[in-house]
């Protein structure tokens, strides 16, 4: 295989890995805001299975997640799982993801201080005009250094799309370098996680800073 063939192949590879990565923010990001939001509801009940979920998911592999995700339907209900492959893939990641982001949320929440709260309670605002207007703009500034740092993990965690066998660039990597017994395809998905990364940061940098009048 030529090298402009093996780049031609991954670079199809790495548009289904931006994929798994957009409709990964895309679902998880609200997610774990309604995720962050049942965790401190004032309901007992709600708030354990909040933690358990949230706890299970940081104690267990995302590889083992998305592989219950995948053959769960067919060994608990007997389901076909023809064509679930991409489906069970962005679920697990978006539900994965949620809980961290949920607890990066959570964390920016409780960092406002309880007075701003009560200064608002004061001039009338009700709860939900008061977490909009004045506490999710500072939790957002607040956390925008953690999300940045899930969401550079995620980029390169989308080669575990290669444990359902889903041919984004990792996964195409792996093969053309078994076939071609080179090692090329690797520093070739290497390049490309990179740039990737790179683009990735260097928009957070720049979200960062237009936020910077929230100081």
Partial sequence: MSLSTMLSTMSAGMLK?????ALTLIGSLP???????LRKSRFFLIRFIVYVYISVIRGTPLMLQLLVWYFGPYYLFG???RGWRFPALIIGFVVNYAAYFAEIYRGGIESIPVGQHEAAEVLGYSKTQTFLRIILPQVVKRIMPAVTNEVITLVKDTSLAFTLAYQEVFS???Q??????SFMPFVIAGV???AANYVVAFAME??????DYYR
């Fill in 79 to 81: 389901w076909s799982i």
């Fill in 172 to 174: 195409l990597a792996k």
């Fill in 31 to 37: 997610l774990g805001m309604i995720v962050a939001l």
């Fill in 206 to 211: 720049r979200i960062e800073k237009a936020l």
């Fill in 17 to 21: 890995t931006c994929g798994i990565f």
């Fill in 192 to 194: 490309f996680y990179f």
């Fill in 176 to 181: 053309i370098s078994a076939s071609q017994t």
